[in-house]
């Protein structure tokens, strides 16, 4: 099993930043794909980004390219997500997950672990 701890949530103003950290433990895998998922109130989780662990590859959804930046560092099992220029439509619960397939999906169906979230509120 593999267990994921998202921290660095919190209330920004809009034109702000944050960065989200994701620790993973237990079973780790050395290849695979780290991501980050998010759900505001009555609306489906969406894709916002993705990295590989073996070659560092990223992927981001079209609403926060050139404002969000993801990252890893593999010796310490931990992903991040630089967030910029915040806005208010940004506003949701963010999920750090995690597969071992290295291949590129933003469906949520296809990661196999999940963190609990960490809420992020942009006020205009």
């Known amino acids: 099993q593999v267990q994921l701890v998202e921290s660095g949530g919190g209330l920004v103003q809009a034109g702000g930043s944050l960065r989200l950290s994701c620790a993973a433990s237990?079973?780790?895998?050395?290849?695979?794909?780290m991501g980050w998922f998010r759900q505001a109130p009555g609306k489906e989780r969406e894709f916002v980004a993705a990295?590989?662990?073996?070659?560092?590859?990223?992927f981001y959804a079209d609403s926060v390219k050139g404002r969000f930046t993801i990252s890893g560092d593999n010796a310490k099992n931990t992903v991040y997500l630089q967030m910029n220029s915040l806005k208010p439509e940004d506003t949701a619960v963010y999920y750090c997950?995690?597969?071992?397939?290295?291949?590129?999906?933003?469906?949520?169906?296809?990661?196999?672990?999940w963190g609990q979230g960490t809420k992020v509120t942009v006020s205009s």
């Open positions: 997950a995690a597969k071992e397939s290295s291949v590129y999906s933003s469906n949520p169906i296809g990661f196999d672990y």
């Open positions: 237990g079973r780790t895998f050395s290849r695979g794909t």
């Open positions: 990295i590989r662990r073996s070659g560092g590859s990223t």
